[in-house]
């Protein structure tokens, strides 16, 4: 390989998955610090659109705090395995996003320990603590935006109003946004935020935006869809059909669109805004039945409610859009199963290590290093 043009020998490299990226470097010196030239994380996203991503697994049973990845690329393949990743000693965490390689790490007790890590270089840092307020919820977003190339966590505290040992109405008490841009030594307010939103894994990261459902209201429309600009740092409502209005549904990235996954009767209905911020581009485009995955054989039906998954999750959650067509859903955090809408057709992924109880996340897996980024205010 020593006789190719370097060029020729990163557009190569470019086109493997991550896994195969981590044997090629323990090969011998000068193939680790070809694997380390920075040029190849950015050959390897222009790539992410034709290719398909990876799966992180959050494992919450049997052992918790403990992250697996799989390729999506190797799913037809026989004796197909989740591989578990060697995970830095830090507080029992949840994984707030995962954004362009990095995933967000949330410490799950204190809710204001945050790290942003790669699982594959297992590179990571702890980022500056922010405003700690007393009575609290907290919803977390992590994005990227393509123009500025610049990663943001938004924190936004909701101080909950009490009397005695009563709370109201989770909308009413007040809120305040801090925001970090990833390379920053300081949080910075953006004051109030007259919306509630709902916590991960509602938030959806499309077009340079995040995207929340917030919680019903007794007054006026019964949810809201909100989106938070990476880049100009300001909050938008975006407008939905009518029929989305008082219904209960999850957000997903489909494809590059975002799209509202609606539980019904027959199993699951999906809306997908063709259009970015067009209300008219909204059609209902898939329609996915019932089904039953043999990775719910086995009664967990109390391990699953003890679990920190139990809560907010839908019995199934639609992860992806796979380059064939095929649409990638997870049930009742304890199965994956790749769904066809041209036949219909359901095929359980079967997977050697998967862990009792998981939530899955998208990623897009690469070799950038934390540390390249710098301190920027903005």
């Known amino acids: ?30 193939w680790l610090n070809t694997a380390q030239n920075p040029l190849l994380p950015s050959l390897q996203f222009s790539r992410m659109a ?15 705090n403990q992250l697996y990845s799989f390729e999506l690329s190797s799913r037809d393949e026989d004796n197909q395995t989740v591989h578990q990743i060697r995970v830095p000693a830090l507080p029992e965490f949840d994984v707030v996003g995962s954004c362009k390689g990095l995933l967000c790490l949330c410490d799950s007790s204190t809710k204001n320990r945050l790290y942003v890590y790669n699982p594959f270089t297992r590179n990571y840092v702890e980022l500056p603590k922010s405003t700690e307020f007393q009575t609290q919820d907290v ?9 500025t190339n610049k990663y943001k966590v938004v924190k936004i505290d909701y ?8 709370r109201y109405y989770r909308g009413y008490g007040k809120s305040e946004v801090q925001i970090l841009t990833l390379g920053s030594q300081e949080w910075r307010s953006l004051g109030q935020v007259n919306y509630h939103m709902l916590e991960a894994p509602s938030q959806v990261l499309v077009n340079g935006r995040l995207h929340w459902c917030t919680w019903p209201r007794y007054h006026g429309p019964s949810r809201l869809l909100i989106s938070f600009d990476i880049a100009d740092e300001q909050f938008r409502v975006v407008e939905k059909p009518d029929e989305l209005h008082r219904i209960h549904y999850d957000l997903v990235n489909l494809g590059g669109c975002l799209s509202a996954a609606v539980p019904c009767s027959s199993g699951k209905e999906i809306w997908v805004m063709k259009e970015y911020d067009v209300k008219e581009s909204w059609i209902k485009e898939y329609n996915i039945g019932i089904h039953v995955p ?8 109390q391990s699953f409610r003890d679990s920190k998954f139990f809560r907010n999750r839908s019995f199934v959650r639609v992860l992806c859009l796979l380059k064939n067509g095929e649409i990638l859903l997870e049930y009742k955090c ?5 769904y066809n809408p041209r036949n219909e057709m359901f095929k359980d992924l079967l997977l050697h290590g998967t862990p009792n109880l998981f939530e899955a996340s998208v990623h897009e897996g690469s070799l950038s290093w934390i540390d390249s980024f710098s301190d920027n205010d903005k």
Do not use: W
């Open 1 to 30: 390989m020593e006789y190719l043009p370097q060029e020729i020998v990163l557009d190569i490299l470019s086109r493997l998955p991550v896994t195969s990226l981590l044997h090629f470097k323990l090969v011998c010196k000068a």
């Open 50 to 64: 034709k290719n398909d991503p990876c799966l992180i697994l959050h494992c919450d049973c049997p052992i918790r």
């Open 139 to 147: 919803v977390f977003g992590f994005g990227f935006h393509p123009t």
């Open 159 to 166: 101080c909950r109003k009490t009397h005695g040992n009563h």
């Open 294 to 301: 043999r990775g719910l054989e086995q009664d967990l039906s």
């Open 334 to 338: 304890r199965a994956l199963v790749s």
